[in-house]
């Protein structure tokens, strides 16, 4: 399988099968959260995926409508993945909405 170029802010589709636990599963689309250098370079990259089911009031994750589709973009379940598992490119964030995601990984992952 070709490993496909992908940039931050990329929204790909990506096989996150198998799982262990609470972690979301099944093919879904992801967004690419890693920067541009470690995407060029490595062969994972960090995603968080995206999710239909709502949960307007968690601040763990970021309103996003993806291909006519209103979904939360889940930072609490950041990880890394193998390149592998992306199938297509399917959206991006826009600027506004990629500025949310970068503050929330900061306030969930920064330092205090």
Same mark, same amino acid.
């Given at each position: 399988?070709?490993?496909?170029?992908?940039?931050?802010? $990329?929204?790909?589709?990506?096989?996150? $099968?198998?799982?262990?636990?609470?972690?979301?599963?099944?093919?879904?689309?992801?967004?690419?959260?890693?920067? $541009?250098?470690?995407?060029?370079?490595? *062969?994972?990259?960090?995603?968080?995926?995206?999710?239909?089911?709502?949960?307007?009031?968690?601040?763990?994750?970021?309103?996003?409508?993806?291909?006519?589709?209103? *979904?939360?973009?889940?930072?609490?379940?950041?990880?890394?993945?193998?390149?592998?598992?992306?199938?297509?490119?399917?959206?991006?964030? $826009?600027?506004?909405?990629? *500025?949310?995601?970068?503050?929330?990984?900061?306030?969930?992952?920064?330092?205090?």
């Amino acid at each position: 399988m070709a490993v496909p170029t992908v940039d931050r802010y $990329d929204v790909f589709l990506a096989d996150l $099968d198998p799982t262990r636990g609470r972690e979301i599963a099944k093919t879904r689309p992801v967004v690419i959260v890693s920067i $541009d250098a470690m995407n060029k370079f490595s *062969a994972t990259v960090v995603v968080c995926p995206l999710t239909t089911k709502l949960h307007p009031r968690w601040r763990t994750r970021v309103p996003f409508t993806c291909a006519g589709k209103h *979904a939360e973009i889940a930072v609490d379940q950041i990880r890394t993945i193998s390149k592998e598992r992306l199938v297509r490119r399917v959206d991006g964030v $826009d600027p506004q909405t990629a *500025a949310r995601v970068r503050r929330l990984i900061s306030e969930m992952y920064g330092e205090p």
